[in-house]
């Protein structure tokens, strides 16, 4: 493979962790907090507000329904508003992160709901507000949970990167469909899904490892 | 006795005497006034009536028993003590002031004045023994100089200093619940309550926990209401009790009056796990209806009241002049007061049979023939 090639993988590599990097961090300010209280709020909970509760829900599930190229390109307008711009990497970012976030509050919400209702019950009785059980207990308790679930979530958001390209969103799915795909390289579609694998491995090896250091239910027998 | 009095501890199923005896403070720490719980019918389900015209008052200082069978109300009564559950009707005073009035803010500083501990010990796996002592401080607002200190204290306290660092995966159950306790201790509570808080735990460390608890009552006049299906945990560690049945209070006073003089199925009940009223199987199965020649009448006698059961064997045998024999017995004692029963042989000749029930009936011990032994 020739050196231009191989630049071309290693700058489309940093295009998608530019995108997943940045998506992921996003996705997770506004999908954590929307998990939590989706975990939080149906009736007689610590946030109860069954109505809205139910809106958030249906909300999360028809964004959660649509196809994420379709949702690319169905908020576009949106995108414009937001990055100033509908073409690149960083514009791309806007649909990566819609996407992600009531992906994240989903998984946030189930790993939140894996915490024993005794412990809030317990906070409860020695006067903790909510908002106090929310940080000092439910956050803490899940937090296994919660490094899998961001894990998952960064693995999904690399596989939704690759449809950026699209929008000229670059990244390593592009540079796949364009040079191994359209231009019939071969040895470009393999270099780019070795690259794709060894990326995922990656993720999900320091996910792991890092649930493991946090979890102190199972590290001692 | 007046009725005033009657009205603020006893039930009006409780027997008299408890009830005198069980005079109120004027100043009780927990006051239950005029109280129902009922949770409304949900998605199919009935409705229950957890609790109903419940009036009893806890003196400040005690430890108060409250047993019921599960289902009883008891977890839903010491729920309203703290404010985690709102009565239906009437009102929860603790340490004068209307919890079951309170929300919000106010709420969360008066529960900081009411500790508890649970069955299944509620820690958090995710810090340490220390770090879960430090938890109810840090919702306080504590400094952290202020946490650190008070946590050595009160883990030299429960007498786990060294497991300061220890995560609850690593510690035993009875250690789990030293940590509940210090926890519960840490805002400097007036009450401690207690769900069931031994019942996971096995004999042995149950009853140094308990021990535990009685010190801390004894040494820093904390009240402290226990909850429990276990009578070994209130003729342990309670001075007063409770006996909750179906969500109403069926007895209360006393331990000692309570179960010396039980007046409910459910109390008479209770005191049976801790006494047994039946026969050893060896003496049950001899036992015939018709006197056979030489043979013995078997009369059990109930007994009940400091000291009651020491001399009775060896004064009926002098004043009557028999040979009693003793076939079992089983004394145990609660608050102080023996409680038991006596199996006794009488030699079946005469009349001796008819003098020992009326030399019994003469002193108050209850007692019944149950049959003959060869």
């Known amino acids: 493979m020739s050196p231009e090639l191989i630049n071309l993988i290693i700058q489309a590599t940093g295009e998608s962790l530019y995108m997943v990097g940045i998506a992921a961090l996003l996705g997770t300010a506004f999908g954590l907090p929307l998990g939590v209280f989706l975990a939080t709020s149906r009736k007689g ?159 999900q090896s320091a996910g792991d490892y890092l649930a493991r250091r946090v979890n102190r239910r199972l590290r001692h027998r | 006795m007046n009725a005033h009095q009657s009205l603020a501890v006893g039930q009006p199923i409780a027997p008299p005497e408890a009830m005198s005896r069980a005079a109120p403070e004027p100043d009780p720490m927990v006051r239950f006034a005029g109280i129902s719980k009922i949770y409304p019918a949900y998605r199919g389900k009935p409705g229950v009536n957890a609790l109903q015209d419940i009036d009893f008052a806890i003196p400040r200082g005690s430890i108060t028993g409250v047993i019921g069978r599960s289902g009883a109300g008891k977890s839903s009564l010491v729920r309203l003590i703290n404010g985690l559950e709102k009565p239906t009707t009437g009102r929860v005073i603790v340490d004068n002031s209307d919890i079951s009035a309170l929300a919000g803010r106010e709420l969360r500083l008066a529960q900081r004045s009411i500790g508890m501990i649970f069955q299944h010990f509620n820690l958090l796996s995710s810090r340490t023994a220390a770090d879960n002592i430090a938890l109810p401080l840090e919702i306080a607002g504590w400094t952290r100089a202020d946490i650190k200190a008070r946590v050595a204290e009160l883990l030299t306290l429960v007498g786990i200093a060294d497991k300061h660092d220890r995560y609850p995966s690593e510690l035993s159950g009875g250690q789990k619940q030293r940590i509940g306790i210090a ?192």
């Open chain 1, 45 to 203: 909970e610590l946030f109860a507000a069954p109505l809205v509760n139910r809106v958030l829900g249906a909300i999360v599930n028809a964004t959660r329904s649509t196809p994420f190229i379709i949702l690319v390109v169905a908020i576009i307008p949106f995108t414009r508003l937001v990055a100033g711009t509908s073409i690149g990497s960083t514009a791309a970012i806007v649909p990566l992160t819609i996407a992600s976030a009531p992906f994240i509050a989903r998984l946030v919400e189930a790993a939140i709901r894996e915490v024993d209702g005794g412990l809030i019950e317990t906070a409860s009785s020695f006067g903790a507000s909510p908002m106090q059980i929310v940080l000092k207990v439910l956050i803490p308790e899940a937090l296994p949970g919660l490094v899998l679930a961001l894990t998952l979530a960064v693995v999904s958001l690399l596989g939704y990167s690759a449809m950026v390209g699209a929008v000229g969103g670059g990244g390593l799915g592009d540079l796949g469909i364009r040079y191994g795909y359209q231009r019939f390289m071969p040895e470009m579609m393999l270099a780019v899904v070795a690259v794709l694998i060894a990326l995922v491995q990656l993720v």
């Open chain 2, 183 to 374: 926890r519960a201790l840490a805002t400097r509570p007036s009450v401690l309550l207690s769900d069931e808080a031994t019942s996971a735990l096995d004999p042995q460390t149950t009853r140094a926990i308990l021990d535990l608890l009685a010190n801390i009552n004894r040494e820093l006049g904390v009240t402290i209401v226990l909850i429990t299906h276990e009578m070994t945990v209130v003729r342990q560690l309670a001075k007063e009790v409770v006996v909750l049945d179906a969500g109403r209070v069926v007895e209360s006073g006393h331990v000692a009056d309570i179960f010396t003089h039980p007046k409910h199925p459910i109390t008479q009940s209770f005191l049976a796990e801790v006494i047994g009223d039946s026969l050893p199987v060896s003496l049950a199965s001899r036992i015939v209806a018709e006197p056979p020649a030489g043979g013995q009448a078997v009369i059990r006698v109930q007994v009940r009241g400091a000291g009651a059961g020491d001399t009775v064997v060896a004064r009926l045998a002098r004043e009557l002049g028999l040979d009693v024999a003793l076939l079992s017995a089983r004394i145990d004692e609660i608050g102080g007061q023996h409680v038991g029963s006596l199996v006794l042989g009488i030699p079946g000749r005469g009349d001796a049979q008819a003098r020992v029930l009326a030399w019994l009936s003469h002193y108050q011990f209850p007692a019944e023939h149950l049959g003959y032994v060869a």
